[in-house]
């Protein structure tokens, strides 16, 4: 029963995530909203509001190892496994704004993060300093995009979004996407923490490999589509910002709303994954502008080693 509430968990977060942007995005432009705005708020938002759910659940129910270990998890997912599969589907051109201000700000956070966690705790103040970084950083790409009169990544997306349908029925895809995130998110924790004790291993790990694989679904299956297909408007600057979005927002908003205890293990196993997909990534940014397949090889190994190093450590094999 367990991993039937985890699997019909991820289910309902992501088809709940897809229909609240949807619905959100529509009633946005509906009211001449800007699409960059759009965009860099409800898009962002509603892409990540899975894990966003599942962490403020998580922390509220007492299971804060579920809630740091599925953003840390989603970010390494981010990277490694979605990108390199991508890579090794089809190269990946890199956006000259991904050198310049994206991945600056990926670091900028994560650094901040482990400087925050250091005292074994995220606390209220702490989210209010990561959440504000992110408002100040929108606020900038807004600003840039502006200034030198260019087209956010997302506009594209945004426009095929909007629809000419009834204000009502975004109004009921609002509500069947927010009903959907909240039951998702109340099985998913449900799920992974009796899976957690069924297969004797922890919150943490469940969360940073199961239920992170999960959440990260979405990502994974529309850049690999679009590779396939052999778009060329597949951008590593929107799983940066997801991960960016991943630290600032989501666990920024669950420390103001209640502070994080942080497991030791964190520290000391997970969050070094993190660093180190977060600084391998940055000189194949740079190699020709583009992510080749051999380096999404390479990003691909580094997930699965990932995955097994932390099923050994758990299992206290090293």
């Known amino acids: 029963m367990a991993y039937l509430f985890l699997i019909l968990g991820i289910a309902l977060l992501i088809a709940g995530g897809e229909v609240l942007v949807k619905g959100a995005v529509n009633i946005a432009v509906r009211a001449r909203i800007s699409t960059l705005v759009v965009g860099m708020t409800i898009v962002s938002f509603g892409t990540s509001a899975p894990e966003l759910v599942v962490s403020l659940k998580a922390a509220l129910q007492g299971h804060p190892d579920i809630s740091i270990g599925n953003v840390l998890g989603s970010n390494v997912a981010n990277l490694a496994l979605v990108l390199g599969l991508t890579a090794l589907t089809s190269p990946i051109r890199v956006d000259r704004n991904s050198i310049r201000f ?28 990561i959440f504000v970084v992110l408002i100040l950083f929108s606020l900038f790409l807004i600003f840039e995009s502006r200034r030198y009169n260019k087209r956010s990544r997302v506009e594209d997306e945004v426009d095929e979004t909007a629809t000419k349908g009834s204000v009502w029925r975004d109004v009921l895809y609002i509500a069947l996407g927010s009903i959907g995130l909240a039951l998702g998110s109340e099985w998913l ?25 999960g959440t990260s679904t979405p990502e994974l299956i529309t850049s690999i589509t679009a590779a396939v297909r052999k778009e060329t408007n597949i951008s590593i600057g929107n799983l940066i910002g997801s991960n960016i979005f991943n630290i600032a927002a989501i666990l920024g908003i669950t420390a103001i709303t209640i502070p994080i205890p942080i497991n030791e293990a964190v520290l000391r196993v997970d969050f070094w994954w993190v660093a180190g997909i977060t600084l391998l990534v940055f000189p194949f940014m740079l190699n020709n502008r583009k992510i080749s397949r051999v380096e999404g090889g390479i990003l691909f190994i580094f997930y699965l080693a990932f995955i097994i190093s932390g099923v050994l450590l758990e299992k206290d094999v090293f």
Request: aromatic share 10%; hydrophobic share 55%.
């Open 102 to 129: 994206d991945w600056p700000m990926m670091l900028l956070v994560t650094t901040l993060l482990y400087l925050f966690m250091l005292d074994l705790e995220l606390e209220r103040w702490e989210g209010v300093v």
């Open 189 to 213: 924790v449900d799920g992974a923490t009796e899976v957690a004790r069924n297969l004797g291993v922890s919150d943490l790990l469940i969360s940073s490999t199961i239920v992170a694989f």
